[in-house]
C-alpha cells in the first residue's frame, strides 16, 4: 500500500485497516472492521497506540439484538443461513457473535462462508437444499459488492432477509436492516481526522462507539416480493421505505 504524502485514510473494512496499520499511516475507520481489540487492530479502545483510530462497535450486543430482531420478524424461525465472508477475519468474528446469539435464542444456524463471488452460486445452492426461515448477512467488501444477487434470491423465494446496515442494503433493495447511523459515524470520523489535522496522534484518541442505532424496513420491497412483516414488528422501525 502506497500512501505518499497522505496526512490521514478515512477507511471502511477490516483488510483495508489491516493494510494501513502495515504502511503506519494515520487512519480513521469510520465502519465494518469488526472489534478493533480482538483483531489486534489496536491496543484497547481507550488507548488505541499505534497508527489507528476510529468507530467500533459490539459485536456481541449488536449480534443479540439482530437476531431477536429476525425472530420478531418472522416468529416461527427455526433456522438462519448467515452469509459472511471467511477470509475478512473482522467479519468471521461478527459471524461467531451472531451464531452464537442465534444459539442462545434457540435458532439453528446455516453457516454459508464465501471468498469470492462465484461461492454466491453455492450458497444458494445450499438453501435450494436445505431452506432456512431467514437470511442474515454480514457486511464486507464482497457481500456488499453482490447484495442484489442476496436481494433477488431472497425476494424469489420469499425469505426475510436482515442487513447490517440500511445504506446500501435496505435503501438498495433490501427488505431490513439494524445498525449504527451511518450519518452519525461519518460525522463523528470526519471530527476525529479534523483532530489528527490539527496535531493529535490516532494512538492518543480512543475509539469511539455508535450511540444511535436504526431499524430500517423497506416495505416496498417486502409488497413486492410478496413477504409478510408482523405489523407490530414493522411499528419499531425507525425508518420505513416505502
Known amino acids: 500500500m502506497k500512501a505518499d504524502q497522505v496526512d490521514v485514510i478515512v477507511v471502511g473494512g477490516y483488510p483495508t485497516a489491516l493494510a494501513c496499520k502495515a504502511a503506519n499511516v494515520p487512519t480513521v475507520v469510520y465502519i465494518g472492521a469488526g472489534d478493533p481489540v480482538a483483531t489486534r487492530l489496536i491496543d484497547s479502545l481507550a488507548h488505541p497506540g499505534g497508527n489507528i483510530t476510529g468507530i467500533s462497535d459490539d459485536a456481541t450486543v449488536l449480534a443479540t439484538k439482530r437476531l431477536s430482531l429476525i425472530k420478531q420478524a418472522v416468529p416461527k424461525v427455526q433456522r438462519v443461513a448467515m452469509l459472511w465472508n471467511r477470509d475478512d477475519?473482522?467479519?468471521?468474528?461478527?459471524?461467531?457473535?451472531?451464531?452464537?446469539?442465534?444459539?442462545?435464542?434457540?435458532?439453528?444456524?446455516?453457516?454459508?462462508?464465501?471468498?469470492?463471488?462465484?461461492?454466491?452460486?453455492?450458497?444458494?445452492?445450499?438453501?435450494d437444499r436445505d431452506r432456512p426461515d431467514a437470511i442474515f448477512?454480514?457486511?464486507?467488501?464482497?457481500?456488499?459488492?453482490?447484495?442484489?444477487?442476496?436481494?433477488?434470491?431472497?425476494?424469489?423465494?420469499?425469505?426475510?432477509?436482515?442487513?447490517?446496515?440500511?445504506?446500501?442494503?435496505?435503501?438498495?433493495?433490501?427488505?431490513?436492516?439494524?445498525?449504527?447511523?451511518?450519518?452519525?459515524?461519518?460525522?463523528?470520523?470526519?471530527?476525529?481526522?479534523?483532530?489528527?489535522?490539527?496535531g493529535a496522534r490516532p494512538a492518543?484518541?480512543?475509539?469511539?462507539?455508535?450511540?444511535?442505532?436504526?431499524?430500517?424496513?423497506?416495505?416496498?420491497?417486502?409488497?413486492?416480493?410478496?413477504?409478510?412483516?408482523?405489523?407490530?414488528?414493522?411499528?419499531?422501525?425507525?425508518?420505513?421505505?416505502?
Open 89 to 127: 477475519l473482522g467479519m468471521s468474528m461478527r459471524y461467531d457473535a451472531s451464531a452464537g446469539a442465534a444459539r442462545t435464542l434457540g435458532v439453528a444456524v446455516q453457516p454459508l462462508g464465501l471468498r469470492e463471488p462465484d461461492d454466491f452460486n453455492g450458497v444458494f445452492e445450499a438453501m
Open 137 to 198: 448477512m454480514v457486511a464486507d467488501a464482497l457481500t456488499t459488492l453482490n447484495r442484489k444477487r442476496v436481494f433477488d434470491y431472497a425476494g424469489a423465494h420469499h425469505i426475510p432477509a436482515l442487513y447490517e446496515y440500511d445504506v446500501p442494503n435496505v435503501h438498495d433493495g433490501g427488505l431490513m436492516s439494524y445498525g449504527p447511523d451511518l450519518k452519525e459515524s461519518m460525522e463523528r470520523a470526519a471530527d476525529l481526522t479534523a483532530r489528527i489535522f490539527a
Open 204 to 242: 492518543d484518541l480512543p475509539f469511539e462507539e455508535p450511540t444511535r442505532y436504526k431499524l430500517v424496513i423497506n416495505l416496498k420491497t417486502a409488497k413486492a416480493t410478496g413477504i409478510e412483516l408482523p405489523e407490530n414488528f414493522v411499528a419499531l422501525a425507525d425508518e420505513v421505505i416505502e
